[in-house]
């Protein structure tokens, strides 16, 4: 199904964090082995409005981030559904060891919800400002990942993966998102959606750079340019055949990401292209250089990621 939203681009009338705790509390009504952790950032996240809820079913770790992956796999062990909540820098900089040999390494069933995604942690400040944590939720084996992009895919893909076993890890920003996807539409691994068609050259973005690189077709349509934009909220698996099927029928690829361009959506869609449809590219994104206090509009700015820097972008490959 293909979606094009209109150019207004509205927001969400519900924030990624509301949607989290609803679809948390949710799955837990029904389903006594799911358990939700957090690392003392629950009015972060607001699932301290949903305690009295669940109250045996919600587990705040305190400010130990690696104690709490540790905690999350063995519930696993136990045969519990273990979802884990902190910021993307402490979800895998902080604890990529226990990520590694207590989750992918001993084949236990982690659900990590990595928030605060690049740009959309604002005044945390540079190191709080996660630019490099899907390139490293990348890097484990068999591990599951995903970006999204609005509530109606956040929701879809926090129920999905409850039923599939293994380390998952979907990033997110807390507040608004722009409301791209209507209720009912299916997310499936592996997969990217196309949401606008175009014959010039393909936009393949995720997370916030969606809506991003629909204003920026908007921007090369001015100018007799037709682009397609690809929101590819899987990382990994990566959509393989519809990267090649895009790059042949355009011939030109620029990548859109709020996150480093080296590890991320950029490398990821590189390797394919490199391995089976060598193909002009260019990538939008962080380029050495760490994260800042700002807002976000400032730092789009500051790191050339928005509609206009895209735009620029695909009229100088083509």
């Known amino acids: 199904m293909i979606h094009v939203p209109s150019k207004t681009y509205e927001l969400d009338n519900v924030e990624m964090r509301q949607t989290y705790a609803n679809t948390l509390l949710e799955m837990a009504k029904k389903n006594p082995n799911v358990i939700g952790l957090e690392a003392d950032l629950m009015s972060a996240i ?40 902190t910021f993307g820098q402490f979800a895998t900089r902080r604890a990529f060891d226990q990520l590694f040999v207590s989750g992918a390494y001993a084949k236990t069933n982690i659900k990590i919800l990595g928030s605060d995604a690049g740009v959309t942690a604002e005044h945390n400040g540079g190191t709080h400002m996660a630019f490099e944590d899907l390139g490293l939720a990348r890097l484990l084996p068999n591990a599951i990942v995903y970006e999204v992009s609005d509530s ?47 014959s010039d050259i393909t936009i393949i973005a995720s997370g916030i750079m969606v809506a991003e690189s629909l204003s920026a077709a908007d921007l090369l349509q001015e100018q007799g340019i037709e682009a397609a934009v690809i929101d590819m909220y899987s990382i990994k698996p990566i959509d393989q055949d519809l990267i090649v099927k895009y790059a042949k029928k355009t011939g030109a690829i620029v990548t859109a990401e709020n996150h480093n361009v080296i590890g991320g959506l950029g490398s990821a869609v590189a390797e394919v292209l490199s391995e089976h449809c060598p193909t002009p590219m260019r990538r939008i994104g962080v380029k050495e250089q760490f994260g800042q206090v700002g807002k976000v509009e400032y730092l789009k700015e500051f790191y050339q990621m928005t509609a206009n820097d895209i735009a620029k972008a695909a009229k100088e490959i083509l």
């Open 152 to 198: 109606t895919m956040l929701s879809y893909l926090l129920r999905k993966i409850q039923k599939e076993y293994g380390i998952h890890y979907i990033r997110t920003i807390r507040k608004n998102a722009i409301k791209l996807y209507n209720e009912g539409e299916v997310f499936e691994k592996g997969k990217g959606k196309v949401v606008r068609e175009g």
């Open 46 to 85: 607001t699932t301290n409005k949903i305690m009295k809820e669940i109250p045996t079913q919600l587990i705040n770790c305190g400010i130990m981030e690696a104690n709490m992956i540790g905690v999350a796999a063995g519930l696993s062990i136990t045969g519990k559904i273990p979802y884990v909540h």
